[in-house]
């Protein structure tokens, strides 16, 4: 048993590399694909290799009740063509390194909004962890210059990953409504579908045939590596984590991604490691450990109350 434990520890390590892989993909990706286009590319290969495993390990329990499909269309339009297209107009504006920090801080925002609109429990404690990350966002978009705030010259694509993020903050709350009559691996796999439908006019838009015969094979590998190694395995490895160890230790793995991603960013996209964007990773993933692990904590009191 714990052999099995060390081993998916293991691949969590290596499930956040590539999760940390996918700014830099998605990064070399915008150079040669419009966004829209480039959210289509990357779910038609992920929405055909996951439905696969779905209805493989499903059987015959992964068709939807009409009920739940103005959820599905929710969650496929916020969560999935929301956060994918914002992501990659942000790339075209901010660095690797900027939107992976600022996209740590998913929990965080999941967190205030479960406190507003499902009356979740914030505690003082972490409602101090989520401004101390907050403030590390604070830096990472001022690079630590007080007069970007003064004369609100704020990098846009700093604030569309900050809205992206929230999208998928809002994806996290909805996915709970209906989290109880399905499975997340059927979840995913119909907002993938939702969100690759909701892509066709806008792709068509973009004029496919004008810019795809120069589409060279790095940028067909980075669509490739986003929708195999950073959609599917990355969740599919989260999923067996979270069944073996626990949904608390496997969110911890989460704050490795800024980690690696400054690595892999230096490394692939030569973007320049400097000191404000170390302290800044270092606060934001202080703060969303600490966010956690509060949380954790206090629903493990909560769970003992009610023994």
Known sequence: M???QRKIQMLMVLCT?????????G???????????????RFLFATMVIFVVMIK???KSWRLQKKDWPYMLALGLIGMFGYHVLFFIALQHTSAMNSSMIG???????SILASVFLKEHLSLKRFGAIML???GIALTVSNGDIKVFTSLSFNVGDLLMLTAVLCWAVYSIISRRIIDRYSPLILTSYSFLVCLILLIPF???EQPLVYLPNVTWLGWTSVLYMSIFASVIGYLVQQISIKTIGASKTAAFINLVPVFSIILSALILNEKITGIKLLSAGIIITGVYLNTKLKNMSEGTLSKSNE
């Open 133 to 135: 990350a907050f403030s």
């Open 104 to 110: 740590a801080t998913n929990p965080l925002i999941t």
């Open 17 to 25: 590399v590539f999760w940390a892989g996918a700014f830099i993909a």
């Open 203 to 205: 792709v068509i838009w």
């Open 2 to 4: 714990e052999k099995d």
């Open 57 to 59: 390990y499903e059987e």
């Open 27 to 41: 990064k070399i990706g915008v150079r040669e694909f419009p966004p829209f286009s480039l959210a289509f590319f």
